[in-house]
């Protein structure tokens, strides 16, 4: 048994990061004979699967964001730190804030994913969407572009302003390129008087033959069809090349093409949170391709069996020779799983292995459109959408 880190006698359990992977297994510890304490560099937590809406002006942040200590409020046993981590020292048990240092038992880390440009940089000119500050920015590049073509006389200038690409054809670029679509095809039409917004392109350009490729191919075909309906450009089989200046330069084949814009949004690709580099030094946490923590059955450290490693910081097999996603029930799960282990450690009580329950695979395009594959489920339209909520509003409001 390690050493207990405060004079209460209480295991002390530290959790770093405020998503959703950290924020259910801190609900779930909140019975247990444990202290906790939560710790994370902004002090609320964001529905990231609604971060397209505050991207597009449908939300506000504050829809989607609420305040940890609210959440927690009525766990009597938690604290919830607004900090950095600096540094991990396993061997002293300890995790290092710019402020202060935090004694742990049993370390929690949930700190996700930030964007991958595969080394290039392009970031500055092609913003991701992870963050709260992201959907703002992007935001405010989608108002300017709009603002900047009505003041704009010259007819080509002006259509690079109305010309937005999106790199990457997953959940996040699908529902992404569909709310914009609807901003500039429907929300905005009526609001300028020397531009029709409606003519704005938004261009959807996706590496792989199929947007959504981790879907059927019918219903990524469905939701191709979808988004071509709002007005959106779909080019898949295609690779970026270059973001400089107003131009994108892709690869079609043998043939490079470009595309004149003023607004590049990216949803192509993620990377660990640099958490990941700071285990592969300080505790030899092996990771993957993409950064990732391989971690044991239970989720923990090979070498630290106090340590774990929960949601999409986490290289979990899924048991068909991939890895678990990186979407919110997965991090819920996980999160819940690590607490009991925990909590059922303490009391010496058996846990049977993890097993993730796949409530399967769910998009939004557009207004009261989704598609959604649950396996013996699959879904397109309005019911669709109806599904989507379910699971990612009414579900997470339970816990």
């Known amino acids: ?69 609210a959440l927690l409020s009525k766990n009597k046993n938690t604290e919830v730190l607004m900090g950095e981590v600096t540094e991990i020292d396993p061997e002293q048990q300890t995790v290092k804030l ?43 590049k989608v108002f300017i572009a709009f603002e900047s073509a009505e003041k704009e006389p010259n007819p080509e200038r002006r259509k690079d302003w109305l010309t937005f690409v999106l790199v990457g054809g997953g959940p996040a670029g699908v529902e992404l390129a569909g709310a914009l679509a609807e901003l500039a095809h429907g929300t905005l039409k009526e609001d300028f008087r020397n531009i029709d917004t409606s003519e704005a392109e938004i261009i959807l350009l996706q590496s ?45 084949g043998d043939k ?16 660990a949170s640099p958490i990941a ?20 059955p239970d989720f923990h450290l090979a070498k630290y069996k106090n340590i774990f490693v929960v949601g999409d910081l986490a290289h979990y097999p899924d048991g068909e020779g991939g890895i678990l996603p990186g979407i919110a029930p997965v991090a819920m799960q996980e999160g819940f799983y690590v607490a009991r282990f925990i909590r059922n450690g303490i009391q010496n009580r058996p846990l049977k292995p993890f097993k993730y329950t796949d409530w399967g695979n769910l998009a939004v395009i557009g207004k009261h459109q989704a598609v959604v594959d649950m396996g013996w489920l699959k879904l397109s339209g309005f019911l669709a959408w109806f599904v989507w909520l379910f699971i990612h509003v009414f579900l997470p409001l339970g816990i």
């Not at 609900?27 to 971060?51: C, E, G, M, S, Y």
């Not at 779909?234 to 690779?239: A, E, N, Q």
């Open 208 to 252: 792989r033959e199929h947007i959504l490729p981790v879907y059927p191919p019918h219903l990524s075909l469905k939701a191709r069809k979808s988004l071509e309906k709002l007005g959106v450009t779909v080019k898949t089989g295609v690779r970026v090349d270059d973001i400089r200046g107003q131009l994108v330069t892709y690869r079609d």
């Open 98 to 140: 710019r402020y202060r240092d935090v004694k742990y038992d049993s370390l929690i880390l949930a700190t996700g994913v930030t964007h991958q440009y595969f080394g290039n940089d392009w970031e500055k000119n092609a913003p991701g969407l992870k963050t709260i500050e992201n959907a703002l920015e992007i935001r405010r």
């Open 1 to 69: 048994m390690v050493a207990q880190s405060d004079s209460s006698n209480l295991h002390h359990v530290v959790i770093v990061g405020g998503g959703f992977g950290g924020l259910y297994a801190a609900q779930k510890l909140a019975k247990a004979p444990v202290k906790v304490t939560l710790i994370d560099k902004r002090n609320f937590h964001v529905f990231q699967p609604l971060l397209y809406q505050v991207a597009t002006g449908g939300l506000s942040p504050a829809d989607i964001s609420s305040p940890l200590r």
């Open 256 to 271: 490079l093409e470009q595309i004149r814009t003023r607004t590049v949004l990216w949803t192509a690709g993620m990377k």
């Open 277 to 296: 580099n700071m285990l592969a030094e300080c505790a030899d946490a092996q990771l993957d391709q993409a950064g990732r923590v391989i971690v044991e």
